[in-house]
């Protein structure tokens, strides 16, 4: 009778809550332990939950973490946050639409279950300006999602940009029936890590490159690699040795960059400027 009525009353708040944002709630204790796990939080980190709903990552994540910022959207989930964050000094509650959200300065970490609706929104936000401050996160996003960010082979060139700078792994499927309300599809653990060394580098390679933009590609590469190098990467490519350097699109910059790192040795890549912060 009790386990009845407790039923009744999730369905009753799930007709008069409607889930307008597409957030499904984690409840399983032992999952949210484990993205903790997964997420390796100290004291030294500022972490970001991300559609925080009721607090269920926001609170066991502020005792590892030294600073959490919660962000919700819906009012109601809001003032809960609140009344509950009252006993956490670490824990700020930012009532926002996600999309809208400043991302902090310093380096942060995100740990997070993801509305649906906006998942690929996000994901922008997060890894389109690889030069935020963003060090890692883990995401629980719909499996579809995780699937495709995470694939082989890559066809999209905007998860190509973000492969470029940021190591996306799918760690685990995550049944439906540990969410409340129930999504109709099953979800997934995405882990991101930065790859710290790879941003510098494709900058320098960049500066160096097209310091002569208009030279031809063989040319303007023949300081970092070497001529059957050089052969190599004009026939993946697919172009003419003689094209000039500046006509190639994103995806062969990566195939140029990504070329750079399996074959040239670490010392012969070209070093980025230090830039001056105005």
Same mark, same amino acid.
């Given at each position: 009778? +009790?386990? @009845?009525?407790?039923?009744?009353?999730?369905?009753?708040?799930?007709?008069?809550?409607?889930?307008?944002?597409? @957030?499904?709630?984690?409840?399983?204790?032992?999952?949210?332990?484990?993205?903790?796990?997964?997420?390796?939080?100290?004291?030294?980190?500022?972490?970001? =939950?991300?559609?925080?709903? +009721?607090?269920?990552?926001?609170?066991?994540?502020?005792?590892?973490?030294? +600073?959490?910022?919660? &962000?919700?959207? =819906?009012?109601?989930?809001?003032?809960?946050?609140?009344?509950?964050?009252?006993?956490?000094?670490?824990?700020?509650?930012?009532?926002? =639409? $996600?999309?809208?959200?400043?991302?902090?300065?310093?380096?942060?970490?995100?740990?997070?279950?993801?509305?649906?609706?906006?998942?690929?929104?996000?994901?922008?936000?997060?890894?389109?300006?690889?030069?935020?401050?963003?060090?890692?996160? #883990?995401? #629980?996003?719909?499996?579809?999602?995780?699937?495709?960010?995470?694939?082989?082979?890559?066809?999209?060139?905007?998860?190509?940009?973000?492969?470029?700078?940021?190591?996306?792994?799918?760690?685990?499927?995550?049944?439906?029936?540990?969410?409340?309300?129930?999504?109709? #599809? =099953?979800?997934?653990?995405?882990? $991101?890590?930065?790859?710290?060394?790879?941003?510098?580098?494709?900058?320098?390679?960049?500066?160096?490159?097209?310091?002569?933009?208009?030279?031809?590609?063989?040319?303007?590469?023949?300081?970092?690699?070497?001529?059957?190098?050089?052969?190599?990467? #004009?026939?993946?490519?697919?172009?003419?040795?003689?094209?000039?350097?500046?006509?190639?699109?994103?995806? @062969?910059?990566?195939?140029?960059?990504?070329?750079?790192?399996?074959? &040239?040795?670490?010392?012969?890549?070209?070093?980025?400027?230090?830039?001056?912060?105005?």
């Amino acid at each position: 009778m +009790k386990k @009845q009525n407790k039923r009744n009353r999730k369905i009753r708040k799930y007709i008069e809550w409607p889930n307008f944002s597409g @957030q499904h709630l984690l409840h399983n204790k032992r999952i949210i332990n484990d993205l903790i796990q997964i997420a390796n939080l100290t004291s030294n980190d500022t972490v970001l =939950d991300l559609g925080a709903g +009721k607090g269920a990552l926001t609170f066991p994540v502020a005792e590892k973490a030294g +600073k959490v910022i919660a &962000v919700e959207y =819906d009012p109601r989930f809001v003032e809960i946050l609140k009344k509950k964050a009252e006993a956490y000094p670490n824990i700020k509650v930012i009532q926002q =639409d $996600i999309l809208k959200l400043h991302l902090p300065k310093e380096p942060f970490i995100v740990v997070a279950g993801i509305p649906y609706a906006i998942t690929t929104p996000i994901m922008k936000m997060l890894l389109h300006q690889p030069a935020n401050s963003l060090q890692r996160a #883990v995401l #629980v996003m719909e499996k579809g999602a995780a699937k495709r960010f995470t694939s082989y082979p890559i066809t999209n060139p905007l998860i190509l940009k973000w492969r470029m700078w940021f190591d996306l792994g799918y760690v685990r499927e995550i049944s439906r029936e540990n969410f409340s309300p129930p999504p109709k #599809v =099953d979800s997934a653990i995405l882990i $991101i890590r930065r790859k710290n060394k790879y941003h510098d580098s494709f900058l320098g390679l960049a500066e160096y490159a097209l310091k002569y933009p208009q030279l031809p590609l063989y040319e303007a590469l023949k300081g970092v690699f070497t001529p059957p190098q050089i052969t190599r990467l #004009v026939r993946n490519l697919g172009v003419n040795r003689n094209i000039a350097i500046c006509l190639l699109n994103e995806i @062969q910059w990566g195939i140029v960059f990504h070329t750079m790192v399996q074959y &040239v040795q670490r010392p012969y890549w070209p070093k980025a400027k230090k830039h001056k912060n105005n």
